[in-house]
């Protein structure tokens, strides 16, 4: 028991060894946390504010006339601007997917249109 007291008593001498913060009175930065840039955690990531989603229009098809399409060989051909293509060509960044009797399916920029000859096109999904 007089090891206790003899410890407490060097401990209380050094004035700050054992109790570092009996010792230090200087003052700490002031923090200010503010988390405006990162979400609230108690909402599920998952659920979707209205306000903050804008409904992405397609790109705008550039301007494609099918002038005709070229039936009965080995592989379908269309005239398309006034260039010969077949499926898997790109024109003006268009990729033709498929040609058919009634019109030409293409793909730009994640929608996917059926062109018929005469200049009316159908956008599909």
Same mark, same amino acid.
């Given at each position: 028991?007089?090891r206790?007291?003899?410890?407490? $008593?060097?401990?209380?001498? #050094?004035n *700050?060894?054992? =109790?570092?913060?009996?010792?230090? !009175?200087? %003052?700490? +930065?002031?923090?200010?946390?503010? *988390?405006?840039?990162? @979400?609230?955690?108690?909402?599920?990531?998952?659920? #979707?504010? +209205?306000?903050?989603?804008?409904?992405?229009?397609?790109?705008?098809?550039?301007?494609?006339?099918?002038?005709?399409?070229?039936? *009965? !060989?080995?592989? +379908?051909?269309?005239? /398309?601007?006034? @260039?010969? &293509?077949? !499926?898997?060509?790109?024109?003006? *960044? /268009? !990729?033709?997917?498929?040609i058919?009797?009634?019109? &030409?399916? &293409? =793909?730009?920029? $994640? %929608?996917?249109?059926?062109? @018929?000859? $005469?200049?009316? #096109?159908?956008?599909?999904?």
């Open positions: 028991m007089k206790w007291g003899l410890m407490l $008593g060097i401990c209380l001498a #050094v *700050g060894f054992c =109790f570092p913060s009996l010792a230090a !009175k200087e %003052t700490l +930065p002031y923090v200010l946390y503010t *988390g405006e840039k990162y @979400r609230e955690p108690t909402l599920s990531p998952l659920s #979707v504010n +209205p306000q903050t989603l804008q409904e992405e229009k397609p790109a705008p098809l550039p301007p494609l006339d099918v002038q005709g399409i070229i039936w *009965g !060989k080995a592989e +379908p051909q269309a005239i /398309v601007n006034n @260039r010969i &293509v077949v !499926k898997g060509d790109l024109l003006e *960044g /268009v !990729k033709i997917l498929e058919s009797q009634k019109g &030409v399916h &293409v =793909f730009f920029k $994640g %929608t996917s249109h059926f062109l @018929r000859p $005469g200049g009316h #096109v159908e956008e599909s999904k």
